[in-house]
């Protein structure tokens, strides 16, 4: 999807990759990305380990830096810039990861208020309201004072869904946020993503190699290979009509 140089398009973008480059060592892991997200769409990424999917998730969270190119979300600069302004554009970016990441010494109710009150400034009592509405959203509402270790994993990445979704974000990432899991947990958590995908108008960045979950939840399907967008299209034209050699390969070895 080659950048577009047209204002009037970018004031449609939410999230938008110019030229980024970005290496670990001699592996050269995203090669001259240039990709654009529309507010509101569920995009999924899929293609091969390594062909850079994680990092564009990371480069979003700000976990790593690129080594050239610009990224800009909502109209923000998150790279290249200082680091106020990218902790001021990093507030509107969710990440949900493939391991659950919850504070053990921590209740579900605190892990899901303490950056809300930390970092968005709520009072406790308006985070603790509004947890509770997603624990109820997640189906744990009866969870609240439970503390990780007394939940089972499904349970566990449905309370790190809620404390994404706490800080009311914008754009929401998810890393193959069901890999961790035994395969009977697995429905139950994209059932969740489900509701949020029809219910919600947050933008969603996908990660997954769960295929009828993409088919279902996605707008836009992008295949990456050798760290570049090599195919993008509906999740019909996808999985149906792929295009390039190398789709078409990929989805034959995981359907």
Same mark, same amino acid.
């Given at each position: 999807?080659?950048?577009?140089?047209?204002?009037?398009?970018?004031?449609?973008?939410?999230?938008?990759?110019?030229?980024?480059?970005?290496?670990? +060592?001699?592996?050269?892991?995203?090669?001259?990305?240039? #990709?654009?997200?529309?507010?509101?769409?569920?995009?999924?990424?899929?293609?091969?380990?390594?062909?850079?999917?994680t990092?564009?998730?990371?480069?979003?969270?700000?976990? /790593?830096?690129?080594?050239?190119?610009?990224?800009?979300?909502?109209?923000g600069?998150? #790279?290249?810039?200082?680091?106020?302004?990218r902790?001021?554009?990093?507030?509107?970016?969710?990440?949900?990861?493939?391991?659950?990441?919850?504070?053990?010494?921590?209740?579900?109710?605190?892990?899901?208020?303490?950056?809300?009150?930390?970092v968005?400034?709520?009072?406790?009592?308006?985070?603790?309201?509004? *947890?509770? +509405?997603?624990?109820?959203?997640?189906?744990?509402?009866?969870?609240? +004072?439970?503390?990780?270790?007394?939940?089972?994993?499904?349970?566990?990445?449905?309370?790190?869904?809620?404390? *994404?979704?706490?800080?009311?974000?914008?754009?929401?990432?998810?890393?193959?946020? /069901?890999?961790a899991?035994?395969?009977?947990?697995?429905?139950?958590?994209?059932?969740?993503?489900?509701?949020?995908?029809?219910?919600?108008?947050?933008?969603?960045?996908?990660?997954?190699?769960?295929?009828?979950f993409?088919?279902?939840?996605?707008?836009?399907?992008?295949? #990456?290979?050798?760290?570049k967008?090599?195919?993008?299209?509906?999740?019909?034209?996808?999985?149906?009509?792929p295009?390039h050699?190398? /789709?078409?390969? #990929?989805?034959?070895?995981?359907?």
């Amino acid at each position: 999807m080659p950048a577009d140089t047209d204002p009037a398009t970018q004031n449609d973008e939410l999230i938008r990759f110019t030229n980024v480059t970005k290496r670990f +060592g001699e592996n050269t892991v995203l090669d001259d990305l240039c #990709f654009s997200v529309r507010p509101g769409r569920h995009v999924t990424l899929i293609g091969p380990s390594g062909s850079g999917k994680t990092t564009i998730l990371r480069l979003l969270m700000t976990l /790593t830096r690129p080594d050239s190119g610009t990224i800009d979300v909502n109209g923000g600069r998150l #790279f290249p810039a200082d680091e106020r302004q990218r902790r001021e554009v990093r507030k509107k970016i969710g990440m949900v990861f493939q391991q659950f990441n919850l504070f053990p010494n921590m209740t579900v109710l605190r892990n899901i208020t303490e950056a809300p009150v930390r970092v968005l400034g709520l009072s406790r009592d308006e985070a603790e309201e509004r *947890a509770r +509405g997603l624990l109820e959203l997640v189906g744990l509402a009866d969870r609240a +004072g439970a503390r990780p270790s007394q939940l089972s994993g499904g349970q566990q990445q449905r309370v790190a869904i809620a404390r *994404a979704l706490a800080m009311r974000p914008q754009v929401l990432l998810l890393d193959e946020v /069901t890999s961790a899991l035994d395969p009977e947990l697995v429905a139950g958590v994209l059932d969740v993503l489900r509701d949020i995908a029809r219910t919600t108008d947050i933008t969603m960045l996908c990660v997954t190699h769960e295929m009828n979950f993409a088919r279902d939840i996605s707008d836009e399907v992008l295949m #990456f290979d050798a760290g570049k967008v090599i195919e993008s299209g509906s999740p019909e034209k996808m999985f149906s009509e792929p295009e390039h050699d190398r /789709t078409r390969e #990929f989805l034959g070895a995981v359907l």
